[in-house]
């Protein structure tokens, strides 16, 4: 399989090329339509890739601030040449992943879509050209093959680290005047105290769901209702209907009812850690059962997330006064369980505390922007990833300057693009061998990118 030889070790330190930009082209190419012509540009086995494929890859590629590059969409092609034949070798291996997966992933995906393009659900089906049912059955086939990839590519990489011997030898065969040049890096910590629902706002969110509910039993359209109240984004183009899914792929409280319900009931309101919901179950076949639903997020009031903020005062004092050490305080208290195991610190995709002040988050940065280095800040409201009320203090721990790349103050992104290239290598082995088992033909028009070289 061709490797760009030119650049390939700064590759791995400056541009993380292919991860991320291959699962966000279906999400893309939901949303950009007819700007290139389709046509086939290779087929692997029974399994093709589409031009448009490619161009949306590149697309999303310079997107993330890239020059124009043929070396960098000869890679894409590579990669996506790469995932098919790994989805043509599953099959000759038996590797599967399972539909309860593929649907999650898909639902997750359309959510996505919808949220973040802008448009209803009839905007995008006029932008697409076609049902949202066809729309999702296409991302659906095109979410299989990708987590299929993924498994392979875990199986192949099984096993492969990377020694501090092996870091340094990848970081020596850097040309010194060629090493990546790093903006000033931030040490930042949060911990984190999200709002607790009091009793009273729990009942208006349940008060809301009986209301809804009695709508319904007088008659009026579940899927209509959910598309309109419910707090779940793919009720949006679902109406609440969750399609068929087997036991332990829905939390407990939400597959204890589906469980207990009669084909056609609907549930009374319950609880569960999105929030309360009302459930009918539409039919069960096993172990299996298809349900639809709509989600109310009880919501705190100001008093309740002002006693999150005094709560949170209060710990920073005791931080303060009594010399306690942040990351301690961090690992018992913060809410926050993406930061919480690593003492509170944010952490950038190869798991260093060091975060460029350009890919730290805006409103951290405006924060920090105003605070001197080792200073803890007062509680600061917020909204969490997944929309909840909060409030949070940052520690400002440290501040480094500009720099060229070494292994003292890099030796995470250094270890991680080491690792990036002996699997790089694990999969070119993989490829060189795989490809004798499968057919593989590729359109002259991209033989300068040498695939089968």
Not at 350 to 366: A, E, H
Not at 368 to 380: A, E, F, H, Q, Y
Request: glycine letters at 6%; aromatic letters at 8%; a neutral charge.
């Amino acid at each position: 399989m061709r490797m760009l030889q030119k650049d390939r070790i700064l590759r791995y330190l400056t541009n993380n090329l292919i991860i991320g930009l291959l699962f966000l082209a279906p999400a893309i190419q939901a949303q950009d339509t007819g700007f290139v012509v389709d046509k086939i540009i290779a087929k692997v086995d029974n399994y093709i890739v589409l031009k448009s494929e490619l161009e949306l890859a590149y697309q999303a590629y310079l997107a993330e601030g890239n020059p124009n590059s043929d070396d960098a969409r000869c890679e894409l092609f590579n990669r996506l040449i790469l995932n098919k034949l790994m989805v043509a070798k599953a099959e000759i291996d038996s590797v599967i992943v399972t539909d309860v997966e593929v649907d999650g992933n898909t639902e997750q995906r359309m959510a996505m879509i919808l949220q973040n393009s802008g448009n209803s659900p009839e905007q995008l089906e006029r932008a697409y050209g076609k049902s949202l049912d066809q729309i999702k059955l296409e991302l659906r086939e095109q979410v299989r093959e990708q987590l299929i990839a993924r498994e392979m590519t875990s199986r192949i990489t099984k096993g492969i680290t990377v020694t501090p011997a092996e870091i340094k030898k990848f970081y020596n065969k850097i040309p010194e005047d060629s090493l990546p040049f790093y903006s000033s890096d931030v040490e930042v910590a949060q911990i984190v105290r999200v709002a607790k629902v009091s009793a009273a706002q729990e009942q208006e969110a349940i008060k809301k769901l009986h209301e809804i509910r009695d709508r319904i039993l007088q008659g009026e359209n579940f899927n209509q209702l959910a598309a309109k109240y419910s707090e779940d984004p793919s009720a949006q183009y679902n109406g609440g209907e969750m399609g068929y899914v087997g036991r332990g792929a829905m939390v407990p409280q939400f597959e204890a009812q589906a469980f207990k319900l009669k084909i056609g009931d609907i549930s009374q309101p319950f609880k569960s850690p999105f929030g309360f919901h009302i459930m009918q179950l539409l039919d069960r076949r096993g172990n299996e059962y298809n349900s639809r639903h709509i989600l109310i997020s009880a919501v705190p009031s100001e008093a309740d997330i002002q006693k999150a903020a005094h709560d949170l005062d209060s710990v920073r004092s005791r931080i303060i006064n009594e010399k306690l050490k942040f990351e301690q305080v961090a690992k018992e208290y913060s809410d926050d369980g993406n930061t919480k195991g690593m003492g509170g610190f944010f952490t950038d995709d190869d798991g260093s505390t060091k975060i460029s002040m350009r890919d730290i988050d805006p409103v951290v940065y405006l924060n920090i922007d105003t605070m001197k280095v080792g200073n803890i800040s007062r509680p600061l409201r917020y909204r969490t990833d997944d929309g909840k009320d909060a409030v949070r203090i940052l520690y400002f721990k440290r501040k480094l300057p500009p720099h060229v790349a070494n292994l003292t103050d890099d030796w995470n992104r250094i270890q991680s693009a080491a690792l990036a290239e002996k699997k790089d290598k694990a999969l070119d082995r993989w490829f060189i061998k795989a490809r004798q088992d499968v057919f593989i033909n590729i359109d002259p028009a991209y033989n300068y990118c040498k695939i089968l070289e």
